[in-house]
C-alpha cells in the first residue's frame, strides 16, 4: 500500500487563540478508509479541511506523494444551492470545470443513479428528505469521480436507519471505485463499522493519540451484531477513552 | 380563512362604526365626511383622481426602477472593487442620506433642480435605494460559506463564483429590499409633491390633498388619501407576488440554513 497523502507535524491556532491541532502526523493509504474518531471540538474537521487546501496550516506540511489528485468534500450538512435543481448541485464540478451541458448532465444523471435518486433529477432541495439531500451531495463529490474523498460527519444529521443504509451505500461505492476515503465522526460505531483504519485525536489541542488498525469484517446489518464488529467497537471505545 | 376574513370584518366594523357616528353627530362634511361621501367624492371626481394616481405612480415606479439599477449596480461595484476601505467609506454615507428625513431634504431639492419631475424623482429614488442596496450587498456576500469553500476547492474563477453563487444567493434578500424599497418610493414621491406643493406645477395625489385641502374640499382629500393607500398596498402586493413566484422552489428551510450557518461562525445563537 502506498501513501496517497502525507500529514506532517500538521499544528493550526485559530484567530481567537485557540489552539486547535498540535503535531499531527498521519498517512493516507490508496484505497483505504480511514475515519478521523474524536471528541466535538478536537480538531478533526480542521485537519479535514486542511488536508483539502481548505484551510493553511500553521505548522506542518501537508504532502502528496504521487500529486494531488482531484478531491471530493462532503459536508457535514448537504449545502445544496437551494437555487438549483438535483441535476444541476451534483453537475456543478464538471460546470466549474468547463465541461459543455450535455456530457456534464449526463454524467450528473450517472451519479444520482448510483446513489439510488434515478427520477429526482429535476428536484430542489426543498422537495428532498434530509437522506436524499445527502445523498445528491455525495453525489456531486463524486460526480468528477476523485480518487479520493473527503467528509465531514456527514451523516451526524440523519435518523440512525437512513445513517446505515448510507454507511453500507458508501462502502459499496468505495467497493465498487476504489475511491480512498477520509471520514471524520464522532461515532465510536460509525467509524467501527466503516474503518480499515482508526485515527483517535484527543481534544484541545489535538494530537494523534491512537491509530487502530482493524482486521477485514463482513458487513452488512447482521455484521453489527457479531464478534468482529463487537470487538472493533471495543477498541475504538477504549481508544477514544484513552485520549 | 379566517385569517383574510377578520381584518376585512374589522375593516368594515371600523368603516360601519364611523359612518354611524358622523351621522348621530351631525359632523358637517368639511370636518370629518363620513365613509360614504368620500366614497361618493371617489366615484363623482374619479377622472381628476384617477389622472393624480398615474402621474404620482409614474414617479415613484420610475424611482424604484432607477433605484434597483443604482443599488444593484453600486453593490456590483463594491463586490467587484473588492476593497473594505471603499465599502467601510461609503455605506455610513448611504446611511447619512438614508436617516436624514426627506421632508427636510427635498426643499433643497427643488431648489437646485430646475425640473419638478427630476427633483420629485431624486426624492423618491433616495428613499428607495438605500434598502436596495443594502440588502443586495448583503446578500451577494450572504451564501453559505460552505459552498464558497465547494466553489474554492473545485477551482472556480471569480465570475463563477459571481455568476453561480452571490447572484443566485442574494435574489431573496434583493426581493425583501425591493418590496420595501416600493412602499418607500410611494412614500418619497408624496412627500416631494407635497414640498413642491402649488409651486411646482404637480397634479399628482398629493397635490390633489392640498388643493381640496384649501378648498374645503375635505371628502375628495379623503379620497385621494385613500387612493394613496390602495396604491401603497398595490405595490406591496405585487411586489409580494413576484417574491413569491420567483423564490416558489427555494423553500423556507434551505435559505434559513444558510442564515444560521453564517450566524453561528459569527458566534451568534440565531440568524
Known sequence: MTPLLRLRGIGHRFPGGVQALAGVSLEVMR???????????????????????????????????GGRPPIGFVFQ??????????????????RIAGMPRAGRHARAAAALGALGLAGFERAFPAQLSGGMRMRVAIARALVTDPPLLLMDEPFAALDEITR???????????????TTIVFVTHSTAESAYLAD???????????????????????????????????????????LEAA | MTQRLLPALLLAALLA??????????????????????????????????????????????????AVLGGVALALALLLAQSP????????????LQ?????????????????????LLACAWIVAFFPIL?????????????????????????????????????????????????????????????????????????????????????????????????????IFAALGLVQRLALRRWGGRAVVAGCRRRAHLRGHDRC
Open chain 1, 197 to 239: 483504519r482508526v485515527a483517535v485525536l484527543s481534544p484541545r489541542p489535538g494530537r494523534l493519540s491512537a491509530l487502530l488498525d482493524f482486521a477485514p469484517m463482513a458487513r452488512g446489518r447482521h455484521a453489527r451484531s457479531e464478534a468482529p464488529f463487537a470487538a472493533r467497537l471495543r477498541a475504538a471505545g477504549d481508544a
Open chain 1, 77 to 94: 450538512d448537504a449545502t445544496l444551492m437551494p437555487w438549483a435543481r438535483a441535476l444541476d448541485n451534483v453537475a456543478l464540478p464538471l
Open chain 2, 99 to 119: 436617516v436624514t428625513p426627506i421632508v427636510a431634504i427635498a426643499p433643497l431639492l427643488l431648489i437646485w433642480l430646475d425640473s419638478v419631475l427630476a427633483a
Open chain 1, 164 to 178: 446505515w443504509r448510507l454507511n453500507d451505500e458508501l462502502l459499496a461505492l468505495r467497493q465498487a471505485r476504489g
Open chain 2, 134 to 234: 443594502s440588502n443586495t450587498v448583503q446578500g451577494l456576500n450572504g451564501a453559505d460559506p460552505h459552498l464558497h469553500e465547494l466553489f474554492r476547492l473545485h477551482g472556480a474563477r471569480r465570475w463563477q463564483t459571481l455568476l453561480w453563487l452571490r447572484l443566485p444567493a442574494a435574489l431573496p434578500f434583493f426581493l425583501a429590499g425591493l418590496r420595501v424599497a416600493g412602499g418607500l418610493a410611494l412614500i418619497g414621491a408624496v412627500v416631494a409633491e407635497f414640498v413642491a406643493g402649488a409651486g411646482g406645477a404637480g397634479s399628482g395625489l398629493a397635490f390633489r390633498i392640498l388643493e381640496a385641502g384649501y378648498q374645503l374640499r375635505i371628502p375628495r382629500m379623503f379620497a385621494a388619501l385613500a387612493l394613496i393607500s390602495a396604491a401603497g398596498i398595490a
Open chain 1, 31 to 65: 484505497g483505504e478508509v480511514l475515519c478521523l474518531l474524536g471528541a466535538s471540538g478536537c480538531g478533526k474537521s480542521t485537519l479535514l479541511r486542511i488536508a483539502a487546501g481548505l484551510l493553511e496550516p500553521a505548522q506542518g506540511a501537508v504532502e502528496w506523494p
Open chain 2, 85 to 96: 476601505v471603499l465599502e467601510r467609506a461609503l455605506l455610513p454615507l448611504a446611511v447619512v
Open chain 2, 17 to 66: 362604526l364611523w359612518e354611524a357616528l358622523v351621522r348621530w353627530n351631525g359632523v358637517p362634511p368639511y370636518v370629518l365626511p363620513g365613509p360614504v361621501a368620500i366614497w361618493r367624492a371617489l366615484v363623482a371626481d374619479w377622472p381628476l383622481l384617477w389622472a393624480s394616481l398615474l402621474v404620482t405612480l409614474r414617479v415613484a415606479l420610475l424611482a424604484l426602477l432607477l
